[in-house]
């Protein structure tokens, strides 16, 4: 894990009770689930017209908490999902479990790297929301093998949607730091964040620093997240290693983001 500004300070008072975890671990990942509740319908309307285009089930890698999983299955699509965090999943259990049953038997979920897939299912469809695809992109050649094992399962005219971050609102190198505080039934939380970029060696690093006081003890966080800055010659590079062809891509504008790429293969 990389730390920088009040985040490498904190880090180095060595502070004996911080917990260093993964950004889709334990709190922090509860913390994306509350923060995740907005679903933009744009996205969730290109998912939904190459799920009708292509006619089955959709693979979702990376599925998370499930906040495009639930979209897709409460309209009848079938979903299945993968992730490498037990605690998303388990978020997303959760909400499954509250679902009606027309809802629940449209979702299945495993625990896999999805660097590593194995799947049984059939599906016409894969997609990487939340351009997750960032996460994933530190080793082309992995990255292009994934891309691949999706195609081989595919039928002929199916589609894998994925997307990234096509240019950043804030160019500058760090963006300013952003606090919540949450008060519900006696626990106290507060949460600090900020991003970190490193356009020359396109690394954009996010640094978490959180606080939860309950029953008097106050437990201690620290996370950051690792996302390559993808360029668009790096993915098409990466598409060149794949057997897909590109049918389309769209752009929408994220206020808090900048301009988000979703871009459409097809085999
Ligand atoms: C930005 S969240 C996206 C969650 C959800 N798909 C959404 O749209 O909100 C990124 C997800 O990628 C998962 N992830 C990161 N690397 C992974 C990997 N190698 N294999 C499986 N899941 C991975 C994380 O656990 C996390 O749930």
Known sequence: MEYYGI???INELSISDISKIDFYEGFFAEFYESQSNVTNNEEVGI???????TGGNVLELACGNGRITLQLARRGIKVIGVDNSKD??????????????????????????????DIKEEFSLAIIPATTICLL????????????YIYDKL????RLVFDYISEYKNQENKTP????TNESE????FIMWQEFKNFDQGRAIMNFYAERIENNTTFRYLGCTNKKIISGMELNNLISKTKFKQ?????????????VKYVVLEK
């Open 247 to 259: 049918v389309e891509t769209i752009v929408i504008e994220n206020n808090l983001i900048g301009k």
């Open 186 to 189: 006696g626990i106290k939380e």
């Open 7 to 9: 985040f490498k300070q």
């Open 88 to 117: 998303m999943l388990k978020i997303l259990d959760k909400k499954v479990r509250k679902s009606d049953l027309s809802v629940k038997k449209n979702i299945v979920w495993y625990n896999q790297d999805v660097l590593n897939l």
């Open 177 to 180: 730091i952003e606090m919540v």
């Open 155 to 158: 039928p002929i005219g199916g």
């Open 47 to 53: 998912y939904l017209k190459n799920a009708y285009t």
């Open 137 to 148: 992109f530190d080793d082309i050649e992995k990255t292009a093998a994934m891309f691949n």
